[in-house]
Nanobody, 119 residues
Framework: QVQLVESGGGLVHAGESLRLSCAAS????????LGWYRQAPGKERELVAQ???????DYADSVKGRFTISRDYAKNTVYLQMNSLMPEDTAVYYC?????????????WGQGTQVTVSS
């Protein structure tokens, strides 16, 4: 099992920044990828950013150039630095971890953290 604890959400004005953190514990040695997803009211959950290994990253087109995902192995933590926030970034942000073991894939989700961007 993998436990995820998120932090860093809040209320900001458009143009400001936030950094989300997601600390993982438990069976973290076989983690394949870490990512951030978000879900706005009335919308489906969508991928925001994902990191596999140290440098392989993927971003949603809507956040490219504004958001940066990174991981700290020593702290078992994945971060999402969000700059130039816009009202349309308002959503609940979820940390997601994918691990593999003996050919099986396991997905874990954090509890979610609210990000609200006012205009």
């Amino acid at each position: 099992q993998v436990q995820l604890v998120e932090s860093g959400g809040g209320l900001v004005h458009a143009g400001e920044s936030l950094r989300l953190s997601c600390a993982a514990s438990g069976r973290i040695s076989s983690i394949k990828s870490l990512g951030w997803y978000r879900q706005a009211p009335g919308k489906e959950r969508e991928l925001v950013a994902q990191i596999t290994g140290d440098v392989n990253t993927d971003y949603a087109d809507s956040v490219k150039g504004r958001f940066t995902i990174s991981r700290d192995y020593a702290k078992n933590t994945v971060y999402l630095q969000m700059n130039s926030l816009m009202p349309e970034d308002t959503a609940v942000y979820y940390c997601r971890v994918q691990r593999t073991n003996l050919g099986l894939t396991y997905i874990y989700w954090g509890q979610g953290t609210q990000v609200t961007v006012s205009s």
